[in-house]
T-cell receptor
């Protein structure tokens, strides 16, 4: 399917387990992002990637690992899940900033989200 | 660093006009964006202001004043389906491709 997809949509895990959230986009967008959303905190950036094999930390990277071996995929791994990582996780992608395109150079396209519960 | 402030909640009635303000502090940025998020859904792009002034897209308009570090989203002829959270966002010039989001404004439209 065209667009940006996330899997799984819902996940329940236990403290200490490793969990990987998948994100896939079909637009060949250069930039990809991972956010978490908690009540009262809006959208907080975890990691982002400007291109394949280029990743950088966002606002709340601790406890998370990312990789980007292919442009279309940007998995997020919780190495040892904690209860504080219970959240809704959104993946997003965008074109290379600075390209005018339709004029909306900052537009990010979000996946449907993964609701993660850590028990 | 940068920060954005917007009201946490706004309530309005169907058919009315509502304005959601966003003030920001950043050393330099490319533009102000607005996103809409319905409960349980993904944020979706609404509007973008690269320059000062008003951008109109149907019932929605967005305004930017760089000199005042201020912008707003204006929603006209409110409908029940407009009940959602609205986020302003900026891309700081020194932060590469990252968007920095405000905390969001929850709009409730009453009959």
């Amino acid at each position: 399917d065209a667009g940006i997809t996330q899997s799984p949509r819902y996940k329940i895990t236990e403290t200490g387990r490793q969990v990987t959230l998948m994100c896939h986009q079909t637009w060949s967008h250069s930039y990809m992002f991972w956010y978490r959303q908690d009540l009262g905190h809006g959208l907080r950036l975890i990691y982002y990637s400007a291109a394949a094999d280029i990743t950088d930390k966002g606002e709340v990277p601790d406890g998370y690992v990312v990789s980007r071996s292919k442009t279309e995929n940007f998995p997020l791994t919780l190495e040892s899940a904690t209860r504080s990582q219970t959240s809704v996780y959104f993946c997003a992608s965008s074109r290379l900033p600075g390209l005018a395109g339709e004029g909306r150079t900052d537009t990010q396209y979000f996946g449907p989200g993964t609701r993660l519960t850590v028990l | 660093g940068q920060s954005l402030e917007q009201p946490s909640e706004v309530t309005a009635v169907e058919g009315a006009i509502v304005q959601i303000n966003c003030t920001y502090q950043t050393s330099g940025f490319y533009g102000l964006s607005w996103y809409q998020q319905h409960d349980g859904g993904a944020p979706t792009f609404l509007s973008y202001n690269a320059l000062d002034g008003l951008e109109e897209t149907g019932r929605f308009s967005s305004f930017l004043s760089r000199s005042d570090s201020y912008g707003y989203l204006l929603l006209q002829e409110l409908q029940m389906k407009d009940s959602a959270s609205y986020f302003c966002a900026v891309r700081d010039r020194d932060q590469g491709g990252k968007l920095i989001f405000g905390q969001g404004t929850e709009l409730s439209v009453k009959p």
